[in-house]
């Protein structure tokens, strides 16, 4: 008693509950996994991984989810960098670059 038990990792399941994954055939007949927010391992490369929830996190999020709310989306096969539509993993590593000083910085922090 008066222990606290917590896990500090999710598992697939509950990432992929959040991230909201597709499954998808691509043109080479291969099955690709698209999603409407970036998995941990996209995020984790990301200029907006600082370790902490900050204001800019915020923006971004509410900014995508305000135009996933007003339809303002794409085909998730469209390469921009716009990142309104399900990505893959590579799509969203690209989308999410931001302050690229950032990933050597959380890396030292490691």
């Keep these: 008693y008066g ?5 500090d990792e999710l598992s697939k399941e509950e990432v992929d509950f959040m991230c909201g994954p597709y499954y998808v055939h691509n043109n080479d007949r291969n099955v ?3 999603s409407w927010w970036p998995r941990p ?3 984790a490369a990301s200029g907006l991984n600082m370790g902490f929830w900050s204001s800019q996190c915020k923006s971004w999020f ?3 989810l305000e135009n996933i709310r007003q339809g303002i989306s794409r085909e998730w096969h469209q ?3 716009d990142a ?3 990505m893959t ?3 969203w590593k690209g989308s999410l670059k931001f302050n690229p000083g950032t990933n050597k910085m ?3 922090v490691d």
């Design 3 to 7: 222990q606290t038990y917590f896990d």
């Design 32 to 34: 690709e996994i698209v």
């Design 41 to 43: 391992q996209a995020w």
């Design 62 to 64: 509410l900014s995508r």
């Design 79 to 81: 390469s921009t960098n």
């Design 84 to 86: 309104n539509g399900p």
């Design 89 to 91: 993993g590579k799509q």
């Design 106 to 108: 959380m890396k030292n």
